[in-house]
Every structure is written in structure tokens, then in C-alpha cells.
């Protein structure tokens, strides 16, 4: 009678916990699927017209993107002193890098550049089919973009990275970015000084920028940004200073987004929910528990962390490498493929030492050498 209560008992547990197994896995195989029926937006955040240092006006910018290199969304980001308020700083329109020529004569600071920027984004956005995004780069050694303020820019009040910082705080909904970091020896924000009440509103970092036609990998100043405290996502812009947008190379930032307006790819940067991509249409998923790339978990020490991880390069191209890289860019596993998808299941225990969040990122390399970087997963210690 004893034995078969046992044996019952055991039985009955076996069978819960399978179930549970069988549960969890269900749920999982739901979520992958899900994700991977998730709009992806690929698009440029970072560019120039005539109104700074680049060429042409706005209008042919996106014009260019949209039905040229043919990109979901794009961002016209003009330097700073082109929208000063007062007029008063002169600059020289100089040296468009695509073709080293300089153009002639002083420009004015103009306050309406940044309105006539801001009515050509609206006017070439298509509901659903196309984004244009008018901001400004600011900068004088480091650079940082600046999307969703309105056209009122002090260039007065921010002359130097904490007055500008200042500004940034006056403006919460703004979204902006760490451009080019270290770029010619610039200093990196002092060096990545960690604001609590500027991290949601600094939310990307380029890791790859092209402005000199070729690649130019950041990769590791994201790293230092992100142990440094910072939530960012990474962004790869053409950087563009030539009369064509988003041909020059195939850089992208693609952004999971719920729909194609500028208010959702707001969001999704400010979720981080996105990825940096030289190849222009690679599709990358990332989830950790099945938690999207951008998501921040706690777990207990101890518990697993369930990555799922797809690649898909929809033109044939090779995806030959997946590395996962944590804190201090550790390389935590990699896994080599000969084929243009890759799916990839793993578990690892979650440890930390400290307080401290621990975040994972996918790097992909295709055969070609292009490369592709994800948003961290951020998991927090649970006591
Ligand atoms: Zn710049
Ligand atoms: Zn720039």
C-alpha cells in the first residue's frame, strides 16, 4: 500500500513536471514565433545637407532615401550651428568630404533653418510607408545627435558638454546619441560620465559610421559606454555629406517597431529595442527568457538565462559567426555556421558579482566581413 502510494506519488510528479517542461516550451516556441513576426525598420539616423556641411536641401535628402536607397526612415541631422537662435555665429560651409571641394563664404546661424528642416521631414514622411526625421547634430570636439525638440535651440546656453547637458535635461522627450565615439582622437564625454537622469534620454551610440565612405567600427566605445552604466542601444549611420543618402554603404540601424511612424521608432529607441546592421536588410532576433533585446530581466543568482538567438540574411549571404559578449567584453560563447540563417538555443546560469546588472549582446559577422551588433538584454540581480 505504501509502495503504491510512492509509486503514485512519483508518477504524479513526473507527469507535472513534463507537463511544466512541455508548458514552458510551448510558451517559448509561441514567443519566437511572435517575434518573429515583429515589424523591422531599417533606416539612417545620421545625415547632412547644405544647411550645415553637406549638399542639396533636406526635401532631396529624404527624397533620396525613401525612393533611392529605399529605407523605411530617415533622420537629416545638421550641425548645431547652422540653427543658432541669434544669427550671430558665422560658420564656414565647408569641405562636403565626399568630394573635398569647398564651398564659398560665411553662413549664418538661421533660426529658420531648423523650421524649414522640420516642414521638409513632414512634408516627405508617407503614413506607413516612410519616417523622415528632422534633428541636429551638436558638437564641437564630440558629437551627439538630437532627435523630438522643438526649434527654439540656445546655441548660448551649450557651448560645453555640461551647459549642454543641462539643455538636454530641460528637455525629457528628446531622444539622442553618442556619435562617432573617440573619432580622431575626440574625447568621449567625459569619459562616458555616467547621469542617472540623462540615460533615458540618451539612448544609442554609433558603432559603425561610414561619413569617410568606408566602415569605421566603434564597437568597443560601446562597450566602455555600457560599463561605464548606460543604457544604449547601437545605431550604424552613413554619416552622409554628399548629394545621395543611404547608397554609399548599406550601414542601418533596424528598429522592432510596432508601426512606421516617428512617434513608435521614438519609442523603440528609447526601448532599445534595435540593432546595428552593415548589411542592409540582415534580420537579427534576440531574446533572453524570452524577453525581446532591449529588456532588462532580474534574476536570482543562480537561475538560468534562456537565450534564443535567429539570424536570417534574406539575400543568401553567409552568416558565419554569433558571438555573445557581456560586461568588459567578455566573450561568453560562439557558435560558427556555413549557411545565410542561423537559430541558435543556449542556456547559461546567470552570475553576478555585486549589485550590478549584467547585460548580454549578439555580435553576427557574415562571411563578406560585415557585421552586425545587437541591443544588450540587461539582467538585475534578485536578493
Ligand atoms: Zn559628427
Ligand atoms: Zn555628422
Given at each position: 500500500m505504501k509502495g503504491n502510494f510512492f509509486r503514485f506519488n512519483f508518477y504524479y510528479v513526473l507527469s507535472l513536471l513534463f507537463l511544466l517542461v512541455f508548458a514552458f516550451e510551448a510558451e517559448s516556441e509561441q514567443r519566437r514565433n511572435e517575434v518573429q513576426e515583429l515589424n523591422i525598420y531599417f533606416g539612417g539616423l545620421h545625415s547632412h545637407t547644405s544647411?550645415?556641411?553637406?549638399?542639396?536641401m533636406p526635401e532631396d535628402a529624404f527624397r533620396y532615401a525613401r525612393?533611392?536607397?529605399?529605407?523605411d526612415f530617415w533622420a537629416v541631422t545638421d550641425h548645431w550651428?547652422?540653427?543658432?537662435?541669434?544669427?550671430?555665429i558665422g560658420f564656414q560651409a565647408v569641405d562636403?568630404?565626399?568630394?573635398?571641394q569647398k564651398t564659398q563664404g560665411t553662413k549664418r546661424g538661421n533660426s529658420e533653418n531648423f523650421r524649414i528642416l522640420k516642414e521638409h521631414a513632414k512634408k516627405e514622411s508617407i503614413p506607413g510607408k516612410f519616417v523622415a526625421i528632422g534633428g541636429f547634430e551638436w558638437g564641437i570636439t564630440e558629437h551627439i545627435n538630437v532627435f523630438?525638440?522643438?526649434?527654439?535651440?540656445?546655441?548660448s546656453e551649450w557651448m560645453q558638454l555640461k551647459s549642454f547637458y543641462n539643455w538636454l535635461r530641460k528637455n525629457p522627450d528628446a531622444v539622442a546619441m553618442f556619435n562617432?565615439?573617440?573619432?580622431?582622437?575626440?574625447?568621449v564625454w567625459d569619459d562616458f560620465k555616467y547621469y542617472k537622469d540623462l540615460d533615458s534620454i540618451i539612448n544609442c551610440i554609433e558603432v559603425?559610421?561610414?561619413?569617410?565612405g568606408s566602415y569605421e567600427d566603434f564597437v568597443d566605445f560601446y562597450f566602455m559606454a555600457l560599463d561605464a552604466g548606460w543604457h544604449l542601444g547601437p545605431a550604424a549611420s552613413?554619416?552622409?555629406?554628399?548629394?545621395?543618402?543611404?547608397?554609399?554603404?548599406?550601414c542601418r540601424t533596424a528598429i522592432f517597431a510596432e508601426e512606421l511612424s516617428e512617434e513608435s521608432i521614438l519609442n523603440a529607441l528609447r526601448n532599445h529595442n534595435f540593432y546595428a546592421t552593415a548589411d542592409k536588410n540582415l534580420r537579427l532576433y534576440f531574446l533572453g527568457n524570452n524577453n525581446l533585446m532591449g529588456s532588462k530581466i532580474a534574476l536570482k543568482r543562480g537561475e538560468n538565462i534562456n537565450f534564443y538567438i535567429k539570424v536570417v540574411e534574406p539575400d543568401g549571404e553567409v552568416v558565419s559567426r554569433i558571438a555573445i559578449l557581456s560586461n568588459?567584453?567578455?566573450?561568453i560563447k560562439e557558435f560558427e555556421n556555413d549557411k545565410s540563417q542561423f537559430e541558435i538555443i543556449f542556456s547559461i546560469p546567470f552570475e553576478s558579482v555585486g549589485e550590478e546588472a549584467k547585460y548580454y549582446i549578439v555580435e553576427v559577422s557574415l562571411q563578406s566581413s560585415k557585421k552586425a551588433i545587437s541591443s544588450p538584454i540587461w539582467i538585475t540581480p534578485l536578493n
Open positions: 544647411i550645415s556641411d553637406g549638399e542639396l525612393d533611392v536607397a529605399g529605407v550651428y547652422a540653427f543658432d537662435t541669434s544669427g550671430a562636403s568630404k565626399s568630394n573635398g523630438n525638440t522643438d526649434t527654439k535651440l540656445k546655441l562617432h565615439p573617440g573619432e580622431g582622437g575626440t574625447p559603425i559610421n561610414a561619413t569617410a552613413e554619416d552622409s555629406h554628399h548629394s545621395f543618402w543611404g547608397t554609399r554603404c548599406e568588459n567584453k567578455t566573450l
